[in-house]
């Protein structure tokens, strides 16, 4: 209804508009003769005419206000206004990427760190977007960037570092329910880098080596554990095998001196072993 009244208000300036001029121009009809000025004034619609062409693009919305006041959302294509009395005002609806500059904020161990992001939005409704917020893109990044401030001040750096995507959801749904009243909707928030002082990334670094160094002992203990036990099966099988200890025996003691001109052997028969083994065992 209200834009209804807003077109019969322009109609009304425009016939008024007619009115006065032909008015003005009764002398010059009396001189140029009706054809003369039937000319004149097809001359004037046609300028007036081509003057209020606009061409919408297929990824745009156009606002109308007329004489000031919001009048119509008009498509992709080719529209028209009337120039003077009616003014257009083109939005973008594809989805915009703005940055968050770096912020220095302290978590809540306090700890300062510099955290930069990107905003992902999109403008749903073209009407909100240009009369309920100045200057959107600008308003959606501000206050994003004072959402990442808040949530990030109640977060310990352990929980920062491991779940940047559980934070930026956090952020996300805050923006996102202040800015519908504006026609926005936030479609992603990525953290982008958390930079850390140069202090702290040498505990870390220092703390992820003493991680290191104490896996590689357990590793290195379980090693000897599974060795040991492979070498008691290994001894007890040697044990319950005639002449087992014999031949372990002998290859221990080719292998303590690789050059055989050099090696000594002092050999017993296996009997000899077995005799002492049953006579301590009388």
């Known amino acids: 209804m209200a834009q209804n009244n807003q077109e019969i208000n322009a109609l009304s300036i425009i016939a008024a ?26 001359g004037l619609i046609l300028v007036i005419v081509l003057v209020g062409l606009r061409v919408i693009d ?43 500059p770096s912020q220095e904020v302290i978590t809540k161990d306090n700890v300062p760190v510099g955290i930069n992001a990107v905003v992902y939005f999109q403008v749903e409704s073209a009407e909100k977007a240009i009369l309920n917020i100045k200057d959107y893109t600008l308003a959606v990044a501000q206050y994003a960037q004072a959402a990442l401030r808040d949530v990030i001040g109640g977060i310990e750096l352990d929980p920062l570092l491991s779940e940047r995507e559980k934070i930026s959801e956090a952020i996300k749904q805050i923006v996102d329910q202040a800015t519908n009243s504006w026609g926005i ?42 060795a040991s036990a492979r070498l008691a099966e290994a001894a007890k099988m040697l ?7 014999s031949m372990r025996t002998l290859q221990t003691i080719e292998k303590i001196n690789p050059d055989p001109s050099k090696t000594v ?11 002492f083994k049953k006579l301590a065992g009388k």
């Open 58 to 100: 297929q990824y745009e919305r156009g606002i109308i206000l007329t004489l000031g006041q919001y009048s119509g959302t008009r498509g992709p294509g080719l529209t028209w206004i009337l120039v003077g009395i009616q003014r257009m005002v083109k939005v973008d609806m594809r989805i915009t990427t703005t940055d968050i």
């Open 185 to 226: 909707n936030v479609t992603d928030i990525k953290i982008q880098d958390i930079e850390l002082p140069a202090d702290m990334k040498r505990v870390m670094a220092k703390q992820a080596e003493s991680e290191r160094e104490r896996r590689a002992i357990i590793i290195r203990a379980e090693g000897e554990f599974q």
């Open 265 to 275: 052997i002092f050999a017993l028969p296996v009997e000899i072993m077995e005799g």
């Open 239 to 245: 044990t319950d095998t005639p002449g087992g200890l």
């Open 17 to 42: 508009l007619i009115v006065g001029a032909v008015a003005l121009a009764a002398p010059v009809i009396q001189i140029m003769g009706p054809m003369g000025i039937v000319a004149i004034f097809a």
